[in-house]
């Protein structure tokens, strides 16, 4: 019994272990849900939400909005549940974060100022999520999902998001730190 | 109870229990995400910096595991593949911008989710907020882009089997070879 609990206890897995997982994950939400496992749509639904609580029927009209449907969808729950599954996880093997502002390997190059870090997290994230929806999908929809598929716009978009990612990372901490 | 209401009950049923499967998948997702390391910006950055290969070690053997599953599965006629549609515009200029985004954020849409759980502030306050807002200016610039570089270089859904017009298998199997070797070798050097 100790055994078998103590691999949830534990704060990581060997990432094989993790990522098999995560395929077999893949087999079900198919067979089951008929749905691949994807991510970022969600954020650009809950980002016509919030726009439709500031501005009201404006956001419902755009035809972005109309095209991916502002409602509670099967995909909106999943992203939700990651954060609790990832939450549960971090909690029952005692890795659960509290007060971190800034990781150990910004720190290092760019010290610890937690408004710095955010600035930059903000900025990295308009890139982000504007690029997610450009190219129709992110690292779960591209780059685990549709692979899996052998989608070819799914190779191409998981090639150029790491070819776009190592050279931007090698310049950031390279040249600036 | 007429039955139209009935009808109707079984449609709320339905979707309820559909939400309900994507609850607990992304569950399953997220605790996997987390046990895998790739919640945390020190292990994204460190992929794409070359010096921890964690994040490409789940990716690969997530998707060696899934594709044969999914094409075990679709050649017994239990599932439809669910393809995206792409072309040069989206799919090299998109994921360039993505991947420009990925090393400044650290994080990407779903580990951010598994970030947030994990308790990451930067995460929180500063990439979920940006996250939104440019998924909010795609939204804003959709109607500019939807017909312009988003259709530069279409070709539609196809998957490489279609592509090369060479039955799944042969395709699947030296993806799935391929992809095994790329990891032993991986190992092999210690990383």
Same mark, same amino acid.
């Given at each position: 019994?100790?055994?078998?609990?103590?691999?949830?206890?534990?704060?990581?897995?060997?990432?094989?272990?993790?990522?098999?997982?995560?395929?077999?994950?893949?087999?079900?939400?198919?067979?089951?849900?008929?749905?691949?496992?994807?991510?970022?749509?969600?954020?650009?639904?809950?980002?016509?939400?919030?726009?439709?609580?500031?501005?009201?029927?404006?956001?419902?009209?755009?035809?972005?909005?109309?095209?991916?449907?502002?409602?509670?969808?099967?995909?909106?729950?999943?992203?939700?549940?990651?954060?609790?599954?990832?939450?549960?996880?971090?909690?029952?093997?005692?890795?659960?974060?509290?007060?971190?502002?800034?990781?150990?390997?910004?720190?290092?190059?760019?010290?610890?100022?937690?408004?710095?870090?955010?600035?930059?997290?903000?900025?990295?994230?308009?890139?982000?999520?504007?690029?997610?929806?450009?190219?129709?999908?992110?690292?779960?929809?591209?780059?685990?999902?549709?692979?899996?598929?052998?989608?070819?716009?799914?190779?191409?978009?998981?090639?150029?998001?790491?070819?776009?990612?190592?050279?931007?990372?090698?310049?950031?901490?390279?040249?600036?730190? | 109870?007429?039955?139209?209401?009935?009808?109707?009950?079984?449609?709320?049923? /339905?979707?309820?229990?559909?939400?309900?499967?994507?609850?607990?998948?992304?569950?399953?997702?997220?605790?996997?995400?987390?046990?895998?390391?790739?919640?945390?910006?020190?292990?994204?950055?460190?992929?794409?910096?070359?010096?921890?290969? /964690?994040?490409?070690?789940?990716?690969?053997?997530?998707?060696?595991?899934?594709?044969?599953?999914?094409?075990?599965?679709?050649?017994?006629?239990?599932?439809?593949?669910?393809?995206?549609?792409?072309?040069?515009?989206?799919?090299?200029?998109?994921?360039?911008?993505?991947?420009?985004?990925?090393?400044?954020?650290?994080?990407?849409?779903?580990?951010?989710?598994?970030?947030?759980?994990?308790?990451?502030?930067?995460?929180?306050?500063?990439?979920?907020?940006?996250?939104?807002?440019?998924?909010?200016?795609?939204?804003?610039?959709?109607?500019?882009?939807?017909?312009?570089?988003?259709?530069?270089?279409?070709?539609?859904?196809?998957?490489?089997?279609?592509?090369?017009?060479?039955?799944?298998?042969?395709?699947?199997?030296?993806?799935?070879?391929?992809?095994?070797?790329?990891?032993?070798?991986?190992?092999?050097?210690?990383?």
């Amino acid at each position: 019994m100790e055994t078998i609990a103590s691999v949830f206890t534990s704060t990581s897995w060997s990432p094989y272990a993790a990522g098999i997982g995560i395929g077999v994950l893949s087999w079900l939400t198919f067979l089951i849900s008929g749905k691949p496992i994807a991510i970022s749509t969600s954020f650009a639904q809950a980002s016509g939400m919030i726009e439709g609580v500031i501005a009201g029927e404006k956001a419902r009209q755009r035809p972005y909005y109309k095209k991916i449907k502002l409602r509670i969808n099967w995909q909106l729950m999943l992203v939700l549940g990651v954060v609790i599954g990832s939450f549960l996880s971090a909690i029952i093997s005692g890795d659960f974060q509290v007060g971190v502002w800034v990781p150990s390997l910004w720190a290092a190059a760019f010290g610890d100022s937690a408004l710095l870090r955010v600035i930059v997290a903000v900025a990295g994230g308009i890139i982000l999520g504007f690029g997610a929806r450009f190219a129709g999908g992110c690292t779960s929809g591209h780059g685990i999902s549709g692979t899996l598929q052998l989608s070819v716009s799914s190779w191409i978009s998981a090639i150029f998001f790491f070819i776009g990612g190592i050279i931007t990372a090698h310049l950031i901490f390279k040249f600036i730190a | 109870m007429n039955k139209e209401n009935i009808e109707s009950n079984k449609d709320v049923v /339905t979707v309820k229990r559909d939400l309900l499967f994507g609850l607990g998948f992304g569950i399953l997702f997220g605790f996997l995400l987390h046990k895998g390391g790739v919640t945390k910006y020190d292990v994204i950055v460190g992929q794409l910096l070359l010096i921890d290969f /964690t994040v490409v070690k789940v990716m690969l053997s997530a998707v060696a595991t899934g594709m044969i599953g999914i094409y075990f599965m679709k050649s017994m006629g239990w599932i439809k593949l669910s393809l995206k549609g792409g072309s040069v515009g989206m799919n090299v200029i998109g994921a360039l911008i993505f991947g420009v985004g990925f090393a400044v954020l650290g994080y990407c849409p779903g580990t951010i989710a598994g970030a947030i759980g994990n308790g990451y502030l930067d995460a929180i306050v500063g990439g979920l907020a940006g996250i939104l807002m440019g998924t909010w200016i795609f939204a804003v610039m959709y109607p500019k882009l939807k017909d312009g570089i988003l259709k530069k270089g279409d070709f539609g859904d196809i998957t490489l089997p279609r592509l090369f017009k060479l039955n799944e298998w042969v395709v699947v199997v030296p993806a799935f070879a391929l992809i095994v070797l790329l990891l032993f070798w991986i190992e092999s050097t210690g990383f």
